[in-house]
């Protein structure tokens, strides 16, 4: 019980910092949540990976070029 509740209240406070744009403490909380089970802050981690960004930017570019041929 406890486990869901610490892991409720990391996802919950990385989401406040996210949105304070405060990447460093919300990266730590989500991935405190995150090992804690928490999908959607797997999710958010991988949203805030700055090379996870410029990665689907590329690949998206990639596949615009393609279907236009």
Known sequence: K????KCRAYTQRGIIHRMQNNL??????????AK??????????VDINP????????VTQILGN????
């Open 2 to 5: 406890y486990k869901l509740t």
């Open 24 to 33: 460093d403490a919300a990266r730590d909380d989500f991935n405190e949540s």
């Open 36 to 45: 804690l089970g928490s999908k959607f802050s797997r999710q958010q981690l």
């Open 51 to 58: 090379y996870a960004q410029l990665c689907n930017q590329m």
């Open 66 to 69: 393609y279907q236009n041929y």
